[in-house]
């Protein structure tokens, strides 16, 4: 079982930066790929990035690859996601989920955080 707690969120201009973070609980924590989407009104929740267990594989969006990094410790258990170059059409409600592998499908996910907003301003 893993708890998953997002936080970072706010407002940031267009062309600024915002670092969430993805705090977990539970033992087995090491053991789950972790997941950011995000879901902006009226869209389907959309894949943004994952990291493997170990911290070796990163996987993003075509839409944010080259100004979204993420990253974990695993020592905290806690994962990151830099975002770096903010447009407007990146507004939307991040979500850290868990899963055993790794998928882009927010279907294959078993564990989901409640959200923080993001709302970048043009």
């Known amino acids: 079982q893993v708890q998953l707690v997002e936080s970072g969120g706010g407002l940031v201009q267009a062309g600024g930066s915002l670092r969430l973070s993805c705090a977990a609980s539970g033992r087995t924590f090491t053991s789950y790929v972790i997941g950011w989407f995000r879901q902006a009104p009226g869209k389907d929740r959309e894949f943004v990035a994952a990291i493997s267990w170990g911290g070796s594989r990163e996987y993003y969006a075509d839409s944010v690859k080259g100004r979204f990094t993420i990253s974990r410790d695993n020592a905290k258990n806690t994962v990151y996601l830099q975002m770096n170059s903010l447009k407007p059409e990146d507004t939307a409600v991040y979500y850290c989920?868990?899963?055993?592998?790794?998928?882009?499908?927010?279907?294959?996910?078993?564990?989901w955080g409640q959200g923080t907003q993001v709302t970048v301003s043009s």
């Open positions: 989920a868990g899963d055993r592998r790794s998928s882009t499908a927010a279907g294959e996910y078993d564990y």
